[in-house]
Structures are given as C-alpha cells and as structure tokens.
C-alpha cells in the first residue's frame, strides 16, 4: 500500500528557502555618507550654514548605518535568524 504524500518533497529547511538579508540599504547608506563627508572635507566654497548642514547629515547617516549594521548582524547570528 503506497502513501500519497510519498511523492511530496519533504519540507525540510534548505539552503535555497533561508533568505540573507539585502546589502543594499547598507551600501546606499555607505555611499551617501562616504560623498557627504568629501563634500565636507574638500570644503568647496558653499555658505557655512550649508556646510554644517552637510556635516550633520553625514553624521547622521554614519549612526544609521552603524544601526543597521547591527541588526543585520543580530539577525544572522541570531539562532534561526536569516542564516
């Protein structure tokens, strides 16, 4: 006597079924914070109230690149996380 659920794959966790997370954001974020500090280290000839908006937000970016580095990598580490 035969089962029919014999013929269904199993449905074991794969390889192919765990979803890493997307470097995307991480790489945007790098990018922007990486041009915005340039901007400010080169210093081109822009109003100072404009400079330190520049510095601010390449600050800002850098924290939120710090925190997404940081639950990329508590997800992966993270037993039954994304890895």
Do not use: C, E, H
């Amino acid at each position: 006597m035969t089962n029919p659920n014999d013929d269904l794959p199993d449905k074991d966790v794969t390889d192919k079924d765990v979803k890493s997370p997307s470097l995307v954001p991480g790489v945007v974020l790098l990018i922007l914070a990486g041009v915005l500090i340039v901007i400010t280290l080169i210093k081109p000839d822009l109003p100072q109230w404009l400079t330190i908006t520049i510095a601010v937000t390449a600050i800002v970016v850098v924290v939120l690149l710090l925190i997404y580095a940081f639950r990329v990598f508590r997800d992966v580490t993270r037993p039954g996380g994304s890895r």
